[in-house]
């Protein structure tokens, strides 16, 4: 892949365009609704580009596309197609209840229903997961320049590729605000959508054109791979079609640690109500509609472009695995190193790990797959110069090598259901090693720790298809980049943004300054953006560690739990029970802060069950409903809650959205049916 002049100057002019328009559109934020919510004078049409595109980023396109490279495949877009059902919900239950209430932020609404306890727990904790997230967005968008750079020739670090992402999204959020983010939303969401499809476009061609050995799930239950040639007879839709239809299915078995077809009833409803009807960097773009027709008219629109996202990142993530497993395989080697140095530390009578300090390019050439090489170096220069494409040489410096240590009774495991298909005497050795663990950790009265290691680094795959299937020296490379990096940029914004809001009105306007001019708002918002800005450029870096995930999109949606369940249970439960006195609030929050922390420490330290992260939602969101339904019992409001209008906005319903609502139900269903079990039989 190149990079050549006319990419430079395509993606040097979407830059210029996005920062030159956000902040021409907002010049006068002079008080904090200015500020924070665009003066509430949103139209219908920016707001839905809008959501899209703060909604858009690394997250899905690098975590997503990374998702449905493995044995996962479209049943990932769940995460899309469901949010769609959920939008027009949030449209017509949540929103009317919200503009009412005239507020800035999610965690203020508690206090307007309970108290302001419940929305000072809501705020803090908001806020330390909104510090993960934004780390975790820019790392994801930090990996596919990185990956991208070396397919180029260039050493990117992801240190460098954050700190640009970082100060691109932070310089038109702290002059402009959430109007100078809209405007931009603008351009990046539509260039996304273009974008994607163009790469979705050339993938299939790429597809259709290779005559070498193509990878694919024979079974998504056991995540067994196989390879398969086709004769240039056979077209790129039949190819993808014969190679992936096991991965074309929804549903995926109950004892899926990633996606079960149980998540589907309940817990993944939970993630998607919270995200778009009660998390703040989604619905600040609705709380600044223009009235309550244009944010009903605005999610409707946004819920259908969510209808089109699976396929021009889902299916380009599909189909990279075909083309690009032995890339991937070969980026394994390196997150492999440190763990599998540690089994051999662990376990040295091991016959398939070998350290061997500084191998010749001979000895690494006659290296056979089965047994693991840990090729050590002593500097990481020395390390790149002996690169190598065989998955079973693991380079690693002789500093981190000494720095490994290994915890009593660690266990060596993966996420990757591929794994044993790729390296089948490794799973077949630590399964006996593995149990013996257990059972001494079991008699010892210990816990049991676990280290991970990877198949494939499926979170690439965006980055195999940029820099391999699209065709040079025609601008599409720098179109195509220019619009990754917007998406990216604007999930940034939007969390910059709304961090930002949340600690300026729920924290500092609460109780270290309730009197502070809107002067001193605007400018504590600035001041939060440059800081918050500068936590997810530190963070970035942290979150490539293997021994965390293989997925980022993983550790978003998991991580997002500990409030998630809890925030949804006590906002549904204040609507529709209105005699449920404030108490209720606080304990409902807390109860799924422990419940839920206290499930994945369980599971994680193999001390109770390993619930899958959607049940375990689905488990603390039943949990904090029965706990609130108890204190209401017990203690009821004399009066129920009455929802005065607190704002001067025109609260008319839409029609019109109400029944495109309705058509965008009936599309989402059919194509659950088309890609379900009965469906994909006929």
């Given at each position: 892949?190149?990079?050549?002049?006319?990419?430079?100057?395509?993606?040097?002019?979407?830059?210029?365009?996005?920062?030159?328009?956000?902040?021409?559109?907002?010049?006068?934020?002079?008080?904090?609704e200015?500020?924070?919510?665009?003066?509430?004078?949103?139209?219908?049409?920016?707001?839905?580009?809008?959501?899209?595109?703060?909604?858009?980023?690394?997250?899905q396109?690098?975590?997503m596309?990374?998702?449905?490279?493995?044995h996962?495949g479209?049943?990932?877009?769940?995460?899309e197609?469901m949010?769609a059902?959920?939008?027009?919900?949030?449209?017509?239950a949540?929103?009317?209840?919200?503009?009412?209430?005239?507020?800035?932020?999610?965690?203020?609404?508690?206090?307007?229903?309970?108290?302001?306890?419940?929305?000072t727990?809501?705020a803090v904790?908001?806020?330390?997961?909104?510090?993960?997230?934004?780390?975790?967005?820019?790392?994801?968008g930090?990996?596919?320049?990185?990956?991208?750079?070396?397919?180029?020739?260039?050493?990117?670090s992801?240190?460098k590729?954050?700190?640009?992402?970082?100060?691109?999204?932070?310089?038109y959020?702290?002059?402009?605000?959430l109007?100078?983010?809209?405007?931009?939303?603008?351009?990046?969401?539509?260039?996304?959508i273009?974008g994607?499809?163009?790469?979705?476009?050339?993938?299939f061609?790429?597809l259709?054109?290779?005559?070498?050995?193509?990878?694919?799930?024979?079974?998504?239950?056991?995540?067994?791979?196989?390879?398969?040639?086709?004769?240039?007879?056979?077209?790129?839709?039949?190819?993808?079609?014969?190679?992936?239809?096991v991965?074309?299915?929804?549903?995926?078995?109950?004892?899926?640690?990633?996606?079960?077809?149980t998540a589907?009833?309940?817990?993944?409803?939970?993630?998607?109500?919270?995200?778009w009807?009660?998390?703040?960097?989604?619905?600040?773009?609705?709380?600044?509609?223009?009235?309550?027709?244009?944010?009903q008219?605005?999610?409707?629109?946004?819920?259908?472009m969510?209808?089109?996202?699976?396929?021009?990142?889902?299916?380009?993530?599909i189909?990279?695995?075909?083309?690009?497993?032995?890339?991937?395989?070969?980026?394994?080697?390196?997150?492999?190193?440190?763990?599998?140095a540690?089994?051999?530390?662990a376990?040295?009578?091991?016959q398939?790990?070998?350290?061997?300090?500084?191998?010749?390019?001979?000895?690494?050439?006659?290296?056979?797959?089965?047994?693991?090489?840990?090729a050590?170096?002593?500097?990481?220069?020395?390390?790149?110069a002996?690169?190598?494409?065989?998955?079973?040489?693991?380079?690693?410096?002789?500093q981190?090598?000494d720095?490994?240590?290994?915890?009593?009774?660690?266990?060596?495991?993966?996420d990757?259901?591929?794994w044993?298909?790729?390296?089948?005497?490794?799973?077949?050795?630590?399964a006996?090693?593995?149990?013996?663990?257990?059972?001494?950790?079991?008699?010892?009265?210990?816990s049991?720790?676990?280290?991970?290691?990877?198949?494939?680094?499926?979170?690439?795959a965006?980055?195999?298809l940029?820099?391999s299937?699209?065709p040079?020296?025609?601008?599409?490379?720098?179109?195509?980049l220019?619009?990754?990096?917007?998406?990216?940029?604007?999930?940034?914004?939007?969390?910059?943004?709304a961090?930002?809001?949340?600690?300026?009105?729920?924290?500092?306007?609460?109780?270290?300054?309730?009197?502070?001019g809107?002067k001193?708002?605007?400018?504590?918002?600035?001041?939060?953006?440059?800081?918050?800005?500068?936590?997810a450029?530190f963070?970035?870096?942290?979150?490539?560690?293997p021994?965390?995930?293989?997925?980022?999109?993983?550790?978003?949606q998991?991580s997002?739990?500990?409030i998630s369940?809890?925030?949804?249970?006590?906002?549904?439960?204040?609507?529709?029970?209105?005699t449920?006195?404030?108490?209720?609030?606080?304990?409902?929050?807390?109860?799924?802060?422990?419940?839920?922390?206290?499930?994945?420490?369980?599971?994680r330290y193999?001390i109770?069950?390993?619930?899958?992260f959607l049940?375990r939602?689905?488990?603390c969101?039943g949990?904090?409903?029965?706990v609130?339904?108890?204190?209401?019992?017990?203690?009821?409001?004399?009066?129920?809650?009455?929802?005065?209008?607190?704002?001067?906005?025109?609260?008319?319903?839409?029609?019109?959205?109400?029944?495109?609502?309705i058509?965008v139900?009936i599309?989402t269903?059919?194509?659950?049916?088309?890609f379900s079990?009965?469906?994909?039989?006929?």
């Amino acid at each position: 892949m190149t990079f050549g002049l006319l990419d430079i100057l395509v993606f040097v002019a979407f830059v210029a365009a996005v920062i030159t328009i956000g902040l021409l559109k907002s010049r006068h934020e002079k008080t904090g609704e200015d500020y924070f919510l665009a003066g509430r004078g949103l139209k219908w049409w920016l707001i839905g580009f809008s959501l899209i595109a703060a909604n858009i980023s690394s997250e899905q396109l690098v975590g997503m596309s990374g998702n449905a490279a493995s044995h996962v495949g479209l049943a990932i877009a769940s995460y899309e197609w469901m949010a769609a059902i959920t939008l027009v919900v949030v449209a017509f239950a949540f929103l009317p209840y919200f503009l009412r209430a005239g507020i800035y932020t999610m965690p203020e609404f508690l206090e307007y229903r309970y108290n302001a306890t419940a929305r000072t727990i809501m705020a803090v904790a908001t806020l330390f997961i909104y510090m993960l997230l934004l780390g975790s967005v820019t790392y994801s968008g930090a990996l596919t320049a990185n990956t991208m750079a070396a397919k180029m020739g260039y050493d990117v670090s992801l240190e460098k590729a954050a700190l640009v992402i970082g100060i691109i999204a932070m310089v038109y959020v702290a002059a402009g605000g959430l109007k100078a983010c809209a405007w931009a939303d603008l351009i990046q969401g539509s260039a996304l959508i273009l974008g994607g499809a163009i790469v979705m476009i050339f993938a299939f061609r790429k597809l259709g054109a290779s005559t070498d050995q193509l990878a694919f799930f024979t079974d998504a239950q056991t995540g067994t791979v196989g390879m398969k040639t086709f004769g240039p007879e056979v077209g790129a839709v039949d190819r993808f079609w014969e190679l992936n239809k096991v991965r074309m299915n929804m549903f995926l078995p109950a004892s899926d640690k990633t996606l079960p077809w149980t998540a589907l009833l309940l817990g993944l409803w939970i993630p998607n109500f919270y995200y778009w009807g009660l998390n703040q960097y989604i619905t600040q773009r609705t709380l600044a509609s223009e009235s309550l027709a244009q944010g009903q008219k605005g999610i409707v629109f946004s819920a259908f472009m969510k209808l089109l996202i699976p396929f021009v990142v889902v299916i380009p993530g599909i189909i990279a695995f075909n083309l690009f497993s032995k890339d991937m395989q070969d980026l394994g080697a390196r997150d492999n190193a440190p763990v599998l140095a540690k089994y051999q530390k662990a376990n040295p009578g091991t016959q398939l790990v070998e350290v061997v300090q500084a191998p010749s390019e001979a000895q690494i050439t006659a290296w056979q797959p089965g047994r693991f090489m840990i090729a050590v170096y002593p500097a990481d220069a020395d390390m790149m110069a002996a690169k190598t494409e065989n998955p079973f040489v693991l380079p690693l410096t002789r500093q981190a090598l000494d720095s490994l240590e290994v915890k009593p009774y660690t266990v060596f495991e993966s996420d990757d259901k591929a794994w044993k298909t790729v390296f089948p005497a490794l799973a077949a050795e630590l399964a006996t090693y593995n149990q013996e663990t257990a059972n001494a950790a079991k008699a010892a009265n210990a816990s049991v720790t676990s280290e991970k290691f990877i198949a494939y680094k499926y979170d690439t795959a965006l980055g195999q298809l940029l820099s391999s299937v699209l065709p040079q020296r025609i601008g599409l490379v720098g179109f195509v980049l220019a619009a990754l990096l917007g998406a990216i940029v604007s999930s940034l914004a939007a969390m910059l943004n709304a961090a930002s809001t949340i600690f300026t009105m729920d924290v500092f306007k609460k109780y270290v300054s309730p009197n502070a001019g809107q002067k001193t708002l605007v400018t504590l918002g600035r001041v939060c953006v440059v800081v918050f800005a500068f936590v997810a450029i530190f963070l970035a870096p942290k979150l490539g560690d293997p021994k965390i995930s293989n997925s980022i999109f993983t550790i978003i949606q998991e991580s997002q739990g500990l409030i998630s369940p809890g925030i949804l249970a006590v906002f549904v439960f204040g609507l529709l029970v209105r005699t449920a006195p404030p108490i209720a609030g606080v304990v409902g929050l807390l109860t799924n802060i422990v419940s839920y922390g206290g499930m994945y420490l369980l599971g994680r330290y193999k001390i109770g069950p390993d619930i899958q992260f959607l049940n375990r939602m689905a488990i603390c969101f039943g949990l904090c409903l029965v706990v609130m339904w108890v204190i209401t019992m017990l203690k009821p409001l004399p009066q129920p809650v009455e929802f005065r209008q607190q704002s001067n906005l025109n609260l008319t319903s839409s029609k019109g959205a109400k029944l495109a609502g309705i058509v965008v139900v009936i599309i989402t269903l059919a194509l659950y049916v088309i890609f379900s079990p009965i469906g994909l039989a006929k």
